[in-house]
C-alpha cells in the first residue's frame, strides 16, 4: 500500500476511534441515574478515624431471600456530621413494580456502629431530590457516647439479644407485634420471639462456634411479617459461628457470611 493511501486510512481509523470514544462516557451517563444526599447521627460524638460509611441500593421485592444489592459506595468519613454522599446506579436495574430501598451503615474495625432501622425508598415522592438520612447507634442507650471498642463484651449467655439486621437487611416490627429477639440461657436453651411466633430449643457453643438444633415454634399466621420470620429462623438455625464486641453480637454461617445482627437490651 502506498505510503499517502496509509496514512489517509490511518487518519480516517483514528478519527473514527475517537468519535466513539467521545460518545462512550455520555451514554454511560444517560444510562445512569444518582441518589444524593447526606448522613448524619444523632449522638455528639466523632468517628474515630478510619470509620467507613457504606450506602448501598438494594431490590427487596423479596421477602424470603436476600436482598439485591444494585449499586454501593464506601467511603472513609472525615470531619463530623453530616456525611454528603452521590450514589450512581444503572437505570436499567429499576423497574416499575418493584421495592427498593437503602442500606446505610457505619463500620470501624469490622465493628457496627450506626444503621438505618427504617425502610428507605429513594424513589418515592416524599423523598424529594436529596435525602438526610438519620442513623441509629447500635448498642445500650447509656453507652451511646462511648466507643464501641472501649466496651466490654456482654455474655453471650443470659443477655436479650435484639435482632437488627438480617441478611444486612434491617428489621421492622410490624403493627401489633414483637421485635424480634432471643435469650440464650446457660442451661442450654434458646428462646426467644421471630416476631409473629415464639421458638425454642437446644443450643451449644464453644470458644466461638455455635449451633442450634430442633427448635420449636408456635403456628400463628400473621397479615404481616412471615417472610421475615422465615428469613431470621432460616439464618439462626444454619449459625455455625459467631462473634461478640461489645453489645453487638454476629452470627455466621458456614462459609463465613455474617447473616445476623443483634444488639444487647438491657432490661430496666
Known amino acids: 500500500m502506498p505510503i499517502r493511501n496509509f496514512v489517509s486510512t490511518f487518519v480516517v481509523i483514528t478519527a473514527v476511534t475517537g468519535l466513539l470514544g467521545c460518545e462512550s462516557p455520555a451514554l454511560a451517563e444517560k444510562d445512569q441515574g444518582v441518589i444524593q444526599g447526606t448522613v448524619t447521627y444523632r449522638e455528639r460524638i466523632l468517628l474515630p478515624p478510619g470509620a467507613i460509611i457504606t450506602v448501598g441500593l438494594e431490590d427487596v421485592s423479596l421477602m424470603d431471600v436476600p436482598a439485591t444489592l444494585i449499586a454501593e459506595t464506601s467511603w472513609v468519613a472525615e470531619g463530623g456530621p453530616p456525611y454528603a454522599f452521590s450514589l450512581p446506579y444503572p437505570t436499567a436495574d429499576i423497574s416499575d413494580g418493584r421495592r427498593y430501598g437503602l442500606r446505610v451503615r457505619i463500620e470501624h474495625e469490622g465493628k457496627l456502629w450506626f444503621i438505618n432501622d427504617t425502610h428507605i425508598d429513594p424513589f418515592s415522592e416524599s423523598a424529594g431530590e436529596s435525602l438526610d438520612i438519620v442513623l441509629k447507634r447500635v448498642g445500650h442507650p447509656a453507652q451511646q457516647n462511648r466507643d464501641p471498642s472501649q466496651m466490654p463484651d456482654a455474655p453471650l449467655t443470659g443477655t436479650y439479644w435484639k435482632a437488627v439486621l438480617i441478611n444486612e437487611t434491617s428489621t421492622f416490627v410490624p403493627a401489633g407485634q414483637r421485635e424480634i429477639h432471643m435469650v440464650l440461657q446457660g ?79 438491657y432490661l430496666r
Open 187 to 265: 442451661d442450654g436453651l434458646a428462646r426467644g420471639h421471630s416476631g409473629c411466633n415464639t421458638f425454642r430449643g437446644p443450643f451449644t457453643s464453644e470458644d466461638n462456634a455455635i449451633s442450634f438444633g430442633g427448635l420449636a415454634s408456635t403456628r400463628m399466621a400473621c397479615a404481616e411479617g412471615m417472610e421475615q420470620e422465615q428469613r431470621f429462623l432460616q439464618a439462626l438455625t444454619a449459625s455455625t459461628g459467631f462473634r461478640i464486641q461489645g453489645d453487638t453480637l454476629t452470627l455466621m454461617n458456614d462459609e463465613g457470611d455474617e447473616r445476623l445482627y443483634f444488639e444487647a437490651v
